[in-house]
């Protein structure tokens, strides 16, 4: 099992930029596939973005493509997002997750993080 610890949360303005780490431990990013959700005040954990361990391909949900930007570095066993233009709606826990083929449902990963909190305000 791998333990996951997200980081680089906080308070910032709209239109404004945070990169949040997920760093592991107790294992290796290198055959998994990491993925960030997010978790808004009454909504359901919904994909923002995932990154692929052969590949390194990344993908995104529609609602923060060419606003985020997902990467990794396999040597620090840490991924990051950087987000930039911030919206209010973008407020939310953002967490970490891993799983072994990646995807964008909750079920196709095993290991997850506490989570990191992000507001954005107007």
């Known amino acids: 099992q791998v333990q996951l610890v997200e980081s680089g949360g906080g308070l910032v303005q709209a239109g404004g930029s945070l990169r949040l780490s997920c760093e592991a431990s107790?294992?290796?990013?290198?055959?998994?596939?990491v993925g960030w959700f997010r978790r808004a005040p009454g909504k359901v954990r919904e994909f923002v973005a995932a990154i692929s361990w052969s590949t390194s391909d990344p993908y995104y949900a529609d609602s923060v493509k060419g606003r985020f930007t997902i990467s990794r570095d396999n040597a620090k066993n840490t991924v990051y997002l950087q987000m930039n233009s911030l919206k209010p709606e973008d407020t939310a826990v953002y967490i970490c997750?891993?799983?072994?083929?990646?995807?964008?449902?909750?079920?196709?990963?095993?290991?997850w993080g506490q989570g990191t909190q992000v507001t954005v305000s107007s």
């Open positions: 997750a891993v799983g072994p083929n990646g995807g964008r449902r909750i079920v196709d990963y095993l290991d």
């Open positions: 107790g294992g290796t990013f290198s055959w998994y596939t």
